[in-house]
């Protein structure tokens, strides 16, 4: 049902946040509905204000009108002590990238798994989804392994640098997910995983502009395998190109990047918004260079 207010002041708190593009889709769909909408972001490093400082800022904020806030690194666990209540997935996850203003009160979703989730489903639907490798288990890597989970798959492997950090998020998935496999594995045994997986979850900062690269030797994947990735600047990571090369199914990072913002605008505005023209505002901006 439609919360419809007269206006919406709309923020995103976090850290070198001034260049997003969420902003200017949440606004772009708000204009296609007829809704004033009105989407600011509260960059950390411009204001020289820390992440624990992320309470102070909801609280003025509420004062001054604000109707919504998504929230990102490095505020998504910080918010978590300031919020009057939060969804069930979202105290799972221990991570909030949404936080509505009702009634004065604060109260915390995570679009960051609906939305990859949303994205597997749209962008690559009825894939197998028994065995799957991801690659990252940080910040990012948590909310698209408790996705990937979420949607039905049944033996995820964990594959980080960090060791001890893999070998906890699968202990915590696990115990979140009991009827489901999630082990940690070593970089060394990616071969070995991917030749038993369906498919391959790209969540590490490698293919970025500022880290250009491979994450896998694409020897290791084949056609029956399906790729996603997270990274979405730029949208054709060399995982990508490689993957559909190599005719494998590929979901790109920006399905995930529109899939948050869509959902996050539906929790804000209880309007259902088009997913499909907030993909292509977003693949515009992103060949605009914004």
């Known amino acids: 049902m439609s919360t419809l207010a007269e206006s919406y002041l709309v923020g995103l708190i976090g850290d070198g946040v001034t260049p997003s593009l969420t902003p200017p889709m949440h606004e772009a769909e708000a204009d296609a509905h007829g809704i004033r909408y009105l989407y600011r972001p509260i960059d950390l490093a411009a204001i020289g204000r820390p992440g624990s400082d992320v309470g102070t800022l909801l609280s003025s904020a509420r004062e001054l009108g604000f109707n919504a806030f998504n929230i ?60 799957v490798v991801q690659l990252g288990a940080g910040g990012a890597g948590a909310a698209v392994a408790y996705a990937l989970l979420a949607s039905g798959v049944r033996h995820l492997t964990l594959i980080d640098l960090d060791a001890e950090r893999t070998r906890e998020r699968a202990a915590a998935l696990a115990a979140l997910f009991p009827d489901r496999a999630v082990v940690a594995a070593s970089p060394d045994d990616i071969g070995h995983e991917l030749a038993a997986a369906d498919g391959l979850v790209h969540a590490t900062p490698v293919g970025m502009h500022q880290h250009p690269g491979m994450p896998v030797d694409a020897r290791l994947l084949s056609p029956r395998h399906w790729v996603a990735d997270v990274v979405y600047r730029p949208v054709e990571t060399e995982l990508v190109r490689a993957a559909v090369a190599l005719g494998c199914r590929v979901l790109d990072g920006g399905h995930m990047a529109v899939g948050q913002a869509v959902d996050a605008f539906r929790l804000i505005t209880g309007v259902e918004p088009d997913a499909g023209r907030m993909r292509h505002h977003f693949l515009d901006l992103l060949a605009k260079g914004l």
Not at 100 to 116: K, M, P, V
């Open 72 to 131: 990102t690194h490095p505020c998504k666990q910080l918010v978590l002590m300031h919020l009057d209540s939060v969804s069930v997935d979202a105290e799972r996850l221990g991570a909030v990238n949404t936080v509505l203003i009702r009634d004065g009160r604060f109260h915390g979703e995570n679009t960051d798994f609906s939305g990859f989730a949303h994205a597997l489903r749209t962008g690559l639907p009825g894939v197998a989804l028994d065995r």
